[in-house]
């Protein structure tokens, strides 16, 4: 009989087999990835959302220059119309990000009294730029001064 009660004992306490360890670890090893995948789509979406911070930031600096600009001159000053690059963020040892940014400046058909100067209908600023993923963005601020 003692013999019976140790194959009983064997039996109960049997160990994983090498298919068992192998899949476990796949699993382990596509968790892992899908894990990692993860956190970079994660980094590039904060980082992107900091360009289009930074790029809101600017055009609202831009508007308000314009503004200023416009109260004390009577007028918008030519040198912040038109299209140029703009350096959205520095290299800094990675890739820097160039933008695109365009100023436009549209005027009513009513006149200021005290300074004969048109009014302005629109100003606008745009930025557009592509990050290093391939999306491109675009910040656009229009206004009426």
Not at 52 to 59: G, I, Y
């Amino acid at each position: 009989m003692a013999g019976k009660s140790d194959k009983l004992k064997c039996r109960g306490q049997r160990g994983l087999t090498l298919i068992e360890v192998m899949v476990g670890l796949v699993v382990i090893g596509i968790s892992i990835l899908a894990m990692y995948i993860m956190f970079i789509n994660g980094r590039e979406m904060i980082t992107e959302q900091y360009h289009r911070r930074l790029a809101l930031e600017k055009a609202r600096e831009l508007m308000e220059d314009m503004q200023y600009s416009s109260q004390k001159l009577g007028k918008v000053p030519e040198s912040f119309r038109g299209t140029r690059e703009d350096i959205l963020v520095p290299g800094n040892g990675r890739e820097e990000i160039v933008a695109e940014r365009t100023v436009s400046v549209e005027y009513s058909l009513q006149i200021d009294t005290k300074t004969g100067q048109p009014y302005y209908s629109k100003v606008g600023v745009v930025y557009e730029w592509e990050e290093l993923s391939g999306r491109e963005y675009r910040i656009e601020l229009r206004s009426a001064f």
